[in-house]
């Protein structure tokens, strides 16, 4: 008997009409005047990984022989890579190419003088300290197109929420703000959002030259990481009253 009626209750729930089942939450009405903030947080940190471009132009006259010497000089520029404690899941091909070079004379059909070869690694640096020594270790095993670098906090979600708390709290001072210049005060939140967060465009990073020799042009490479500013955008309402 209890198994059926168990069964039962179970049809009944199931054929319930969907009114009964869920009954809309009721919103209690704004006796007041709502007043709709706009606050940005921001935070301040300093960058901890680096991403640069390093890559490896060869010229030849024939398609095999470019290819060939590039990929001789590139696997000295991974090597190198490798030697300086750079690990392999943060060393990615970006490039490869091939294309062929043209000798352009004005009222003459152009000429082939050989071909060009391309081939391109991002390089992500977690020791921001060290990218500079390896920058100079690629350029003297061949790397001759080097990018960057772009700077960048590794992991921002606590910076992030950090930012997230700056705008709460300039939100509720702006509220107050208006509340008083208008003669009322601060009553209920009534809704808050997130409109977006990221990074704020930084000032392009510093690459310093020092100690340049007459054997090579950039010699004890140094990268100022300086500071990056993380922000938070939310869109906050409350009910004014009195």
């Known amino acids: 008997m209890i198994r059926q ?5 179970v049809l009944a729930l199931a054929f319930m009409p969907a009114s009964a089942a869920a009954q809309p939450v009721q919103v209690q009405a704004i006796s007041g005047t709502r007043l709709d903030i706009v606050a940005t947080g921001e935070v301040n940190r300093v960058p901890d990984i680096a991403f640069i471009s390093a890559g490896v132009v060869t010229r030849a006259a024939t398609a095999t022989q470019a290819l060939s010497e590039n990929a001789q000089r590139m696997q000295r520029v991974t090597a190198a890579l490798r030697r300086a404690g750079v690990a392999e899941r943060d060393i990615q091909t970006s490039s490869i190419n091939l294309h062929p070079d043209y000798r352009h004379v004005e009222n003459q059909a152009p000429v082939l003088t050989g071909y060009q070869a391309h081939n391109q690694v991002t390089v992500r ?10 920058l100079d270790a690629l350029v003297a095993e061949g790397a001759n197109q080097i990018s960057g670098p772009n700077l960048s906090i590794d992991k921002p979600e606590a910076a992030l929420d950090e930012a997230r708390r700056d ?14 210049a ?6 209920r939140l009534l809704s808050i959002s997130e409109s977006g967060s990221g990074f704020a465009p930084p000032p392009p990073p510093m690459v310093m030259m020092r100690g340049e020799s007459r054997a090579m042009a950039v010699s004890d490479t140094s990268i100022v990481p300086g500071e990056q500013t993380l922000t938070v955008t939310i869109g906050v309402s409350y009910e004014l009253e009195g």
């Not at 009626?5 to 209750?9: D, Q």
């Not at 208008?182 to 009553?187: Q, S």
């Open 167 to 180: 705008a709460i709290v300039k939100a509720r001072a702006r509220a107050e703000l208006y509340a008083r």
């Open 125 to 134: 640096f977690r020791d921001i300290a060290q990218s500079g020594r390896i």
């Open 5 to 9: 009626l168990t069964i039962a209750s």
């Open 182 to 187: 208008v003669g009322k005060r601060v009553g």
